[in-house]
């Protein structure tokens, strides 16, 4: 698309935009009585306006059903969370076998570490990107500990070439293929959160396998952002939050898949309890765990019902809005937008103040824009809190911008703009 910088011709994207009712499903925070302009998404979803009352519901059957509503009313308890699989099995590519939804998303990642990180003899090493989200890089280091190694020798991180700031899958595949008799787990976020690059998962995947080390992901910053193939990839497992482009609310449930040719392999270890048991049998009490088949053998405890309403009122928005494919095409023009916005900032400045770090090839990339300020990065950060303009801020210099597709509008990125010219 032909972008212009006026703000006529963003109000005429809104206007073409299939997709813009579903901006006025959500709660928009206001700055001085008007809509701010949200562009944190990637950090906390908003909230839609259904929210309360997917709550409310579940207040009422817990009211009128006390415990019976496990098993009985509207959507008895126990069956709640398959009503969140097919929104997911869209979101991730994955079977609604392969899903469950359970935990928080770092609890996710050290139980499947647990089953899928199994180190033995000279194949101990784990292989990630550098800089990875702090959470992971501990919960891996845990991991490793917890297994007897040393996390100076045993994590290996992919790091970008000097003078650049992202990866080249060039680069990872070879560190792969490099490390190869030494692999016992391929660990990637699937969007970097810092630089907002999207790897090549499916190469990743490959490669891993390739080197005999089993694969995972990390999705936080991906899930209802780009599209995945979970299945098809052939990701052994992968995890993620629904409180970020998911909207399920600040620390929502989180997520996970476990391919299904692990289905029955009995060699797993699982720390297990008793929410993974056979459905069939788990009110019998039998000693001795079987757990049911598919992903949903991997519950440990009891299904939290208010945090599954929450992700279920922002699951069923996606399900209306077209899943992810209709999201994607809308999401590929806005942060188009953006990018373009910006660097007409830096020609009408005469100089680049704002530089992107993030990949300019649209299949590398979902919502998010890393933008380094080259001068007074703080006080530009505080300059567009103080005008409505909501980004993140991450040391030492990056605003991190999200359009989402769901609630931005094209009048948002242009308004975000406007103010990142005005900052300087
Ligand atoms: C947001 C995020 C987390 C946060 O984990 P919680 O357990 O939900 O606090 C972890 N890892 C990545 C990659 C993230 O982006």
């Not at 190694?149 to 899958?169: K, W």
């Not at 929410?275 to 992903?295: I, S, T, V």
Request: glycine fraction near 8%; hydrophobic fraction near 40%; proline fraction near 4%.
């Amino acid at each position: 698309m032909i972008y212009q910088d006026n703000l006529q011709f963003a109000l005429q994207l809104d206007e073409q935009d299939a997709l813009r009712s579903f901006r006025s499903e959500f709660l928009i925070p206001k700055h001085n009585g008007e809509d701010a302009v949200y562009l944190c998404g990637n950090s906390l979803g908003l909230q839609p306006r259904s929210a309360k009352k997917y709550i409310q519901d579940q207040l009422n059957a817990w009211e009128t059903n006390a415990v019976e509503g496990w098993f009985t009313g509207d959507e008895p308890w126990l069956n709640y969370h398959k009503q969140l699989l097919p929104a997911l099995s869209n979101l991730l590519g994955a079977k609604q076998t392969e899903i469950t939804v359970m935990n928080s998303l770092t609890v996710n990642l050290h139980l499947l570490m647990v089953s899928f990180y199994k180190p033995t003899g000279k194949r101990y090493k784990i292989l990630m990107e550098a800089g990875a989200f702090p959470s992971d890089q501990y919960a891996v280091e845990s991991q490793v500990r917890f297994h007897g190694f040393d996390p100076n020798g045993a994590v290996i991180e992919v790091a970008p070439r000097a003078g650049e700031t992202t990866l080249r899958t060039e680069d990872i595949l070879k560190q792969i293929t490099d490390n190869a008799d030494e692999l016992a787990l391929v660990l990637f976020s699937g969007i970097n959160y810092y630089t907002g690059q999207f790897f090549d998962l499916e190469a990743i995947a490959r490669a891993g396998h390739a080197a005999g080390a089993m694969v995972g992901f990390d999705l936080a910053h991906a899930a209802g952002n780009v599209p995945l193939k979970l299945h098809d990839w052939g990701a052994d497992f992968a995890c993620w939050c629904s409180y970020k482009y998911m909207n399920s609310g600040p620390g929502g449930i989180s997520g996970i898949f476990v391919h299904e040719k692990h289905f029955t392999d009995t060699s797993l270890n699982r720390f297990a309890g008793w929410w993974g048991y056979r459905r069939d049998k788990q009110f019998l009490m039998a000693p001795g765990f079987e757990p049911e088949n598919g992903a949903e053998g991997w519950n440990v405890s009891t299904s939290p019902i208010i945090l599954m309403a929450l992700h279920r009122a922002s699951l069923d928005i996606f399900e209306r809005a077209g899943g992810l494919q209709a999201l994607r095409a809308k999401s590929e023009l806005l942060t188009g937008y953006l990018e373009y916005l910006i660097s007409e900032v830096n020609k009408k400045h005469g100089e680049e103040v704002y530089h992107i770090i993030t990949p300019a090839d649209n299949s590398r990339r979902g919502c998010q824009l890393s933008v380094v300020c080259k001068r007074k990065a703080k006080e530009i950060f505080n300059y567009l809190a103080q005008n409505g303009v909501i980004g993140d801020w991450r040391e030492p210099d990056v605003i991190r911008l999200s359009p989402v597709p769901l609630y931005n509008s094209y009048v948002d990125v242009y308004r975000a703009s406007e103010s990142l010219f005005r900052a300087i």
